[in-house]
């Protein structure tokens, strides 16, 4: 596709609920990142893949967080009894390489808001 | 841990003026990122800084990595409205992946 996409943009779910977010990268891109942002703050780390083998989860906040790419393209991460702390905008982000000096694109996110 | 703080937080100007944000680290950083993130949309990469002392000019904005690769500013000069939006910087560690460490964050409102 052009760009990153994730679905859904917008999620609300009733406290204990599960979710499970969408990401699909741009084609053929090798890297792929999970950020969480909460309001009015700057995007932090939850987790990385190259390919399909995750090679960094050192950000996931719990243990009820979960992400996978099992075929090294399409993602998801899912949050297992969610709670009112993990209302945020969830943000994916896949580059062509794992070279740092590559850039990282963006995806428009999916703002999850758990009541 | 790696820590960026970046300031202000919050900056509010008449269109025209210049304006300097700010971003610093007790961490050293194999580089540095600048993004612009309108709202609901993800953060969209301005410029990479990779050498300490480093200065890249994107029109109206200069960007400048410190000597010793732990902090970075962004100066826009005769700012307009449509540089209104979320800037943020963000750090990068050669040992650790692609994995960027982003500050809070700067809204920029530019007042017409």
């Known amino acids: 596709g052009a760009g990153v996409s994730q679905s859904p943009r917008y999620k609300v779910a009733k406290r204990g609920q599960d979710v499970a977010l969408r990401c699909d990268p741009i084609?053929?891109?090798?890297?792929l990142f999970w950020y969480q942002q909460a309001l009015g703050q700057g995007p932090e780390f939850l987790t990385y893949f190259q390919n399909e083998a995750q090679l960094d989860k050192s950000g996931l906040p719990s243990d009820r967080f979960f992400a996978e790419r099992p075929e090294g393209s399409v993602s998801t991460l899912k949050i297992q009894r969610t709670q009112q702390e993990d209302s945020a905008v969830y943000l994916c982000?896949?580059?062509?390489?794992?070279?740092?000096?590559?850039?990282?694109?963006f995806g428009q996110g999916t703002r999850l808001t758990v009541v | 841990t790696q820590l960026l703080e970046q300031s202000p937080q919050f900056l509010s100007i008449q269109e025209g003026e210049n304006l300097t944000v700010y971003c610093n680290s007790s961490?050293?950083?194999?580089?540095l990122q600048w993004y612009r993130q309108e709202p609901g949309e993800g953060p969209v990469l301005l410029v990479t800084v990779v050498t300490g002392g480093e200065v890249k000019k994107l029109k109206r904005l200069t960007f400048q990595f410190g000597d010793a690769r732990k902090d970075s500013s962004l100066h826009i000069t005769a700012a307009q409205p449509g540089d209104t939006g979320l800037y943020l910087c963000a750090g990068a560690d050669d040992n650790q992946g692609g994995k960027l460490i982003f500050g809070q964050g700067t809204e920029l409102s530019v007042k017409p």
């Open positions: 961490s050293v950083f194999s580089s």
């Open positions: 982000a896949s580059s062509a390489d794992r070279g740092l000096r590559t850039e990282a694109f």
């Open positions: 084609s053929g891109h090798v890297s």
